[in-house]
């Protein structure tokens, strides 16, 4: 078509017209391309290896290829205008999802067919009797045809299993790094701090001893001294490494009875702010969180420097917030980009591998007057989690 023409795609039976209108023009003379043109049109699209569409301002597909039946079962050509959004997102060749997936996904496409939006992609998983597969929906709108949008659907399953398997895994390695974490406070607290508990009772009966030397009982008095600040590492590491079994108890209770017990033992003063309602978390939801607020607590202890905390958890505009903020002597850049992985930053990459788990995000921002942890959970991903390594 040439320059400074608009032109409109239409279907009819198996004969695609094109009508064009020089610009300005009330009338303009009727252009009515021969069949040739049309089959060579058709064949270009048909070249096409993936499900490919127009659709009008409308949102009704008004061309299609020969691989369209295989995201849409019925053929939608010249499909009705429907304000049902299911519906409405059937004829895209998208199926099923949540009716709110489906809204806000035919409120975008909707938006592109008017012109306000240039592009919009949507991952989707269609059944068939060949099984399950996963496809991405991108659609974009075609600049000499205002009003009009290409889509076209992606295979995507093999990546979209990969992306299963990778979070599987992470997961997995979560889980076995929980339980390490576990085996290794139960091993301090039944064997070293019990051989620490018997040496610094060895060595108070021995300084009880009237004829011991004075230079054997300095001696003793600061190894008693030495030993009584390694126990109490032990233990508070013991205590920090240990996570609680959360079970149906209120989530609140339990964050506030292990800031409780990490107060006691660190002397580090913790407020928790939490607010009267959360929104419903799966266990595994609960323990990711945990596990967040104990890796960033046992960072304050034993980095930080601060004699404060404060832990606030709330729930606003659908998501779940969660924040660590310290008064301490800040976390340098490095550290908090990740750039060394196998250094001292694990535990940050740790928290961060929980968050990303169910659609988390998680920032860090640090000067020399403290550090502060966010954590944005959306509220949507947060009872489904054992879906989340399939979606």
Known sequence: ?????????????????????????????????????????????????????????????????IHWNLVCAKGSLCSDITD?????????????????????????????CAGKRSSFSLAHKLTSSCGERWFQMNAT?????????????????????????INRLAMELLEAKDNERRRIARAIHDTTAQDLVASKLYLEKALNDVEQSRNFSASGVKALEHLGNCLSEIRTLSYLLHPPDLGEFDFGQIVRSFLSGFVERTGIQVAFDVAARLPPMSPNVKRALFLIIQEALTNVYRHSGSNAAVVTMRSTNGKLVLEIADYG?????????????????????????????????????????????????????????ADIAQS
């Open 84 to 112: 049902d959004d299911e519906a409405f997102m059937r004829s895209f060749g998208v199926i099923g999802g949540s009716s709110t997936d489906a809204a806000a996904s035919a409120k975008n496409l909707r938006e592109m």
């Open 141 to 165: 709108g075609i600049r000499c045809l205002p009003g009009h949008v290409a889509i076209i659907h992606e295979d995507i399953n093999d990546l979209h299993q990969a992306k299963c398997d």
């Open 329 to 385: 002597r800040g976390c340098p850049t490095w550290l908090i980009e990740g750039k060394f992985s196998t250094g001292p930053g694990v535990g940050i990459a740790s928290m961060r591998a929980q968050a990303n788990q169910y659609h988390g995000a998680l920032a860090i921002q640090s000067n020399e007057y403290g550090t502060t942890l966010r954590v944005v959970f959306p509220a949507v991903y947060l009872t489904r989690a």
């Open 1 to 65: 078509m040439s320059v400074g023409r608009k032109a409109e795609i239409r279907a009819s039976g198996d004969i695609v017209h094109l009508f064009s209108k020089p610009q300005g023009e009330a009338g303009g003379q009727v252009i009515c391309h021969e069949r040739s043109e049309v089959s060579l049109l058709s064949a270009v699209i048909d070249a096409f290896p993936t499900p490919f569409a127009v659709a009008d301002k409308f949102g009704r597909i008004v061309l299609q290829n």
